[in-house]
């Protein structure tokens, strides 16, 4: 885990997050790189104080990792049905949010 320092100078509080690196990756990726929202997102994510992961911010803002999003694909490329679609009705079931889930598709496999 990795301490992230967020310095607020609108109302001059110091904000002091546990984080991992791939949770930092990812919230820069989804904020498509613009820090107003990745600190909005930051700011929803640490009401809690819990450690932010990946699986918090999935949990927490109902969007898919970009792991997960390639666990996905391994089903496809493996023909393994089953799996894929236990985790598509596990991703209805948690609320995922299909604009991020389709985009973050789309991004991967553009690459």
Same mark, same amino acid.
Do not use: P, W
């Given at each position: 885990?990795?301490?992230?320092?967020v310095?607020?100078?609108?109302?001059?509080?110091?904000?002091?997050?546990?984080?991992?690196?791939?949770?930092?990756?990812?919230?820069?990726?989804?904020?498509?790189?613009?820090?107003?929202?990745?600190?909005?997102?930051l700011d929803? &994510? /640490? #009401?809690?104080?819990?450690?932010?992961?990946? !699986?918090? +911010? $999935?949990?927490?803002?109902?969007? &898919? /990792? #970009?792991?997960?999003?390639?666990?996905l694909? !391994?089903? +496809? $490329?493996?023909?393994?049905?089953?799996?894929?679609?236990?985790?598509?009705?596990?991703?209805?079931?948690?609320?995922?949010?299909?604009?991020?889930?389709?985009?973050?598709i789309?991004?991967?496999?553009?690459?």
């Amino acid at each position: 885990m990795e301490k992230l320092v967020v310095i607020d100078y609108s109302d001059t509080s110091v904000h002091f997050f546990d984080i991992d690196s791939e949770a930092i990756e990812e919230i820069a990726y989804l904020s498509d790189g613009g820090m107003r929202d990745a600190l909005s997102m930051l700011d929803q &994510l /640490s #009401k809690s104080n819990e450690k932010i992961n990946l !699986e918090y +911010i $999935e949990k927490e803002i109902r969007i &898919l /990792s #970009k792991r997960t999003i390639n666990t996905l694909i !391994e089903c +496809i $490329e493996n023909n393994d049905i089953d799996n894929f679609i236990n985790q598509i009705n596990d991703f209805r079931n948690r609320g995922i949010d299909y604009k991020y889930f389709l985009k973050n598709i789309i991004d991967v496999l553009s690459i």
